[in-house]
């Protein structure tokens, strides 16, 4: 019953109507004239202190910004990594003479911004505030209010974060990519973990912030609806109490990786993994003002900066493997630049697109670009550069790196012709210079029971790593199944583990009520959740302060799903599905014919039998805990708009409800969408009839 009820939720998330403007494209625009930048050259000061200060006067909105930047070199911290995350998550929440809840009570009354993190911060109001903020910005950075009671739910709510990301193959890869270009004692490769976390104090975190959050190398960019003289006289009132540092810094850096000798796969096994992450990285020394610069953002862009480029051309628009691949080239003045492609895929193309993401990489260095995809990707990134112009945080980027980069100060009123002076021949040299397929690291979080043996066959050589970057022994990726276990006698012990044959063939109507978790959304549905035997079914979810949000019946014969006032009946396919089904628990009606035991894997770290089952043209796994007999997954693909799509549902904290054991939490990943069904109350043969299912 319980992998019907993920169905519905699955349904309403599917559930999406978009509507697109027709738009008459058979006249093309005419051009419009070559757009120059032109950006002031801000007025500079510096305090005796040490402070840089650098003005832009803009008259045009009665606004204003602040943007300071502390600019010390990447710092490592090693075995306490973690305490700049610490310390600059209790910046910015109160001063010593200003309590939390009346500093930000204060912003928000003035209707402004400020944050301060452990690099800077960043605050803009009206002009007629200006001062106050800047006064408060001051009070924050020079004088935050750091007590031991904040450090304490800072360093819980850190750790929390690390145990959600254990089985996130974002956190993952992440941490293993960047931990193997450039190595775990490099400040880009290093990484926290709840041990480093644990081993900072609270005196470690305010022995940082004094060390490092200092005025010797910082900068502070205003920008807007102000004079230069007024505000040179402010900055000196509130940041000139801020005492210079007089503790040494060190300078020197770790050497970075060196790039992979050969293409290599280098695995991390997830067996939890639904998809699969790909990541194929290698170190580059790209500095802005490098002659490469401005045709290394269009040779990205043409690979991977959008849903124009090769890689989603590819992986996503032709193949279906994918929602979206994408590349990047960073730039970095300490040399540490890097180039990656990357993309999250269904286990059974990891392979395939392992393949197709290379030859995609190789293509831009060995074939001329398209003459007309070239002019449209400068196009798109000239517009796209003149909106960020409207940004006052870009503005105040622009002035700092021409700065901290040895940019010549006519960097950007130049910028848009040097992309525009890009050529196919310059795309195709940096695509080889930079994006080094040859001496690249395919990292890949994912499930290797189920992609190891197809990689393998792609010919690159694989390594293993753990989650924390360290070299492991191929894993064994399945155990050898018992002597007399088979498909019929897992079932046969789930039945038994869950009551038994007779009480769930007693069970006629089943009512839940659950709450609804839909990560990423800002709100959480409630579900009332009915089904009545053999297929009726029922689903209402309903929002506080909204009301009922979506509908979805199946009465037996017909059924509909009614969301934004839109009743939509369920197509020929979808009843005769409903129909087929026996009963509200599958296993009860599971035919040996139907069912193959596959293997003996793991799940969640536990040891799980699973089994491929059959129904007419679809073919879904089941798995069931070894141990326990509890079924702790299921696994079906679907073709949702021309795409194959991979639903996983992962059931867990099985409870007694009237003799029988149910899973009342449910975990369900369809692509990059995830949702967690926890239910609140069940009950057996009451609180339904016929009525509920019209």
Do not use: C
């Not at 402010?234 to 990786?257: H, M, N, R």
């Not at 280098?266 to 194929?280: E, G, H, K, M, T």
């Amino acid at each position: 019953m319980k992998t019907k009820l993920s169905a519905f939720v699955l349904l309403f998330l599917m559930s999406v109507v978009s509507v697109n403007a027709q738009l008459d494209r058979s006249v093309q625009p005419k051009p419009g004239p070559e757009p120059t930048i032109s950006l002031e050259v801000p007025s500079e000061f510096e305090l005796k202190n040490g402070l840089k200060v650098l003005v832009v006067e803009n008259h045009k909105l009665p606004r204003v910004s602040y943007s300071l930047r502390i600019d010390n070199k990447p710092i490592a911290t090693g075995a306490k990594a973690g305490v700049e995350s610490l310390i600059g998550s209790m910046l910015g929440n109160g001063t010593t003479s200003i309590p939390k809840d009346e500093f930000n009570e204060e912003i928000d009354f003035l209707g402004a911004s400020l944050n301060i993190g452990i690099s800077g911060g960043y605050a803009a109001t009206l002009s007629k505030y200006s001062e106050r903020i800047l006064e408060l910005m001051a009070d924050a950075a020079i004088n935050p209010l750091l007590t031991q009671e904040e450090f304490d739910k800072e360093k819980e709510r850190l750790i929390e974060g690390l145990k959600a990301d254990e089985k996130s193959i974002d956190a993952i890869s992440g941490r293993v990519g960047s931990a193997l270009l450039y190595g775990a004692k490099h400040p880009y490769g290093e990484f926290v973990t709840e041990e480093t976390i644990n081993n900072v104090t609270f005196g470690d975190a305010v022995a940082f912030y004094e060390k490092y959050f200092n005025p010797n190398n910082a900068y502070l960019v205003i920008i807007g609806d102000i004079d230069l003289s007024t505000i040179r006289k402010q900055v000196k009132k509130y940041f000139g109490v801020w005492e210079k540092s007089d503790i040494e810094i060190a300078t020197t850096l770790p050497a970075i990786s060196p790039n992979a000798q050969y293409t290599q796969i280098n695995f991390v096994d997830l067996p939890n993994a639904s998809q699969s992450s790909i990541a194929i990285r290698n170190n580059v020394d790209l500095k802005m003002n490098d002659e490469d610069y401005h045709a290394s953002i269009i040779a990205n862009s043409i690979l991977g900066g959008g849903g124009e480029g090769y890689l989603f051309k590819n992986l996503r628009e032709d193949k279906g493997y994918t929602y979206g691949a994408y590349s990047s080239l960073r730039a970095n003045r300490y040399g540490a630049g890097s180039f990656s492609a990357t993309a999250k895929v269904r286990n059974m193309v990891t392979d395939s697109a392992v393949v197709e993401a290379l030859k995609e990489i190789n293509r831009i260095k060995t074939e001329m670009v398209d003459p007309q995809m070239l002019k449209d990707t400068k196009a798109k990134y000239v517009g796209n550069f003149i909106m960020g112009l409207e940004n006052p945080q870009t503005v105040a980027s622009y002035a700092l790196n021409i700065k901290l980069n040895n940019l010549p100060q006519n960097f950007y009123t130049t910028y848009l012709q040097k992309i525009n002076a890009v050529t196919a021949d310059d795309v195709k040299r940096v695509a080889n210079k930079y994006m080094k397929s040859e001496n690249a690291r395919v990292v890949i979080v994912g499930k290797g029971s189920d992609v190891i043996e197809n990689l393998e066959k792609t010919g690159i050589p694989v390594k293993y790593y753990d989650k924390y970057a360290n070299a492991v022994e191929k894993p064994v990726f399945s155990k050898p199944i018992p002597d007399g276990v088979t498909a019929q006698t897992i079932i046969n012990s789930y039945l038994n583990a869950v009551g038994g044959k007779d009480k769930l063939g007693a069970i006629n109507t089943l009512l839940t009520n659950a709450d609804v978790t839909i990560e990423g959304a800002p709100f959480k549905p409630k579900a009332v959740i009915k089904a009545m035997a053999p297929n009726k079914e029922s689903m209402e979810m309903v929002i506080e302060g909204m009301g009922t949000i979506m509908k979805q019946k199946f009465d037996g014969s017909a059924g509909y799903r009614e969301q934004q006032g839109m009743k939509i009946p369920m197509t020929d396919d979808e009843v005769t599905g409903k129909q087929s089904e026996k009963g509200l628990f599958p296993e009860l009606y599971l035919e040996v014919a139907n069912m193959k035991l596959e293997s003996m894997t793991k799940v969640e770290g536990k040891d799980a039998y699973k089994i491929m089952v059959t129904k007419g043209d679809e073919v879904s796994s089941r798995y069931y805990d070894a141990e326990t007999g509890y079924l702790v997954r299921t696994e079906s693909t679907s073709e949702q708009q021309g795409q194959s799509i991979t639903t996983t549902i992962d059931f867990s904290d099985y409870k007694d409800v009237n003799g029988v054991m149910l899973p009342y939490t449910q975990k369900i990943t369809t692509g990059p969408q995830i949702i967690t069904l926890k239910s609140t109350d069940v009950k057996f043969n009451e609180g339904v009839t016929e009525a509920d299912f019209n």
